[in-house]
């Protein structure tokens, strides 16, 4: 059975101050790793898809890293806009494009 | 259409009361999930349909619980006799092929069920 686990589950951060969101996931034949992130009242929204360990990508203040048992979403710079829930989630080789979800980490950038 | 679309937004229902959840997927989009968000917690997996096969319904909770989707497009997801512990955002998503991995999955803004 496909596992994700999210940490932390709540994260404060001043704005300017980096840090980075955790990952950690147990998955048969790992297809594919997702971030999303989640406003109040939306939808997830993609962020981000990995495939393999080693493998990184950017986008803005955002940057996704993968390893074998986990994956990082570091924030750079963070602003008050970056405030949401980040979701990780993995689609394994057993699982049929089903995705498996974190619990998510919920992101709160002070001005 | 351009996004996922569900309707409606906001349901608010009597315990014991039956429902139905809509979700319009995006266009061309051969596979539908659904998701459902209890506060608190993560994203659980319900039901999910790809193409003309046989939908994977191993997410379902009870048998209260059935969805199904005409003509390859448009999906409703029936809850009967609705309790208190149904109440949670449904979240429906589509993707390009059932190896979602490789083509992404778009989720609509969900369904918010209160059962009261």
């Known amino acids: 059975e496909d596992q994700v686990t999210q940490s932390p589950e709540a994260l404060r951060l001043q704005e300017g101050e980096s840090s980075s969101l955790n990952c950690s996931y147990t998955?048969?034949?790992?297809?594919?790793l997702f971030w999303y992130r989640q406003d109040p009242g939306k939808g997830p929204e993609f962020l981000f898809t990995?495939?393999?360990a080693g493998e990184e990508k950017e986008k803005e203040r955002l940057k996704a890293t993968l390893t074998k048992k986990e994956s990082f979403l570091h924030i750079t710079a963070p602003k008050p806009e970056d405030s949401a829930t980040y979701l990780c989630?993995?689609?394994?080789?057993?699982?049929?494009?089903?995705?498996?979800f974190g619990q998510g980490t919920i992101l709160t950038v002070h001005p | 259409g351009a996004g996922v679309s569900q309707s409606p937004s906001n349901k608010v229902t009597e315990k014991g009361k039956d429902v139905e959840l809509r979700c319009d997927p995006i266009?061309?989009?051969?596979?539908l999930y659904w998701y459902r968000q209890s506060l608190g917690q993560g994203l659980e997996f319900l039901i999910y349909?790809?193409?003309?096969?046989?939908?994977?319904k191993s997410g379902l909770p009870s048998d209260r619980f059935s969805a199904e989707r005409t003509g390859g497009s448009v999906s409703t997801l029936t809850i009967q006799r609705t309790q208190q512990e149904d109440s949670a955002v449904y979240l429906c998503?589509?993707?390009?092929?059932?190896?979602?991995?490789?083509?992404?999955?778009?989720f609509g803004s969900g369904t918010r069920l209160t059962v009261v």
């Open positions: 998503a589509s993707s390009l092929g059932r190896a979602g991995a490789n083509y992404g999955y778009t």
């Open positions: 998955v048969s034949g790992l297809r594919g």
């Open positions: 990995l495939y393999s």
């Open positions: 989630a993995v689609v394994g080789g057993t699982s049929y494009g089903k995705l498996t």
């Open positions: 266009s061309g989009h051969t596979a």
């Open positions: 349909f790809q193409g003309n096969s046989a939908p994977d």
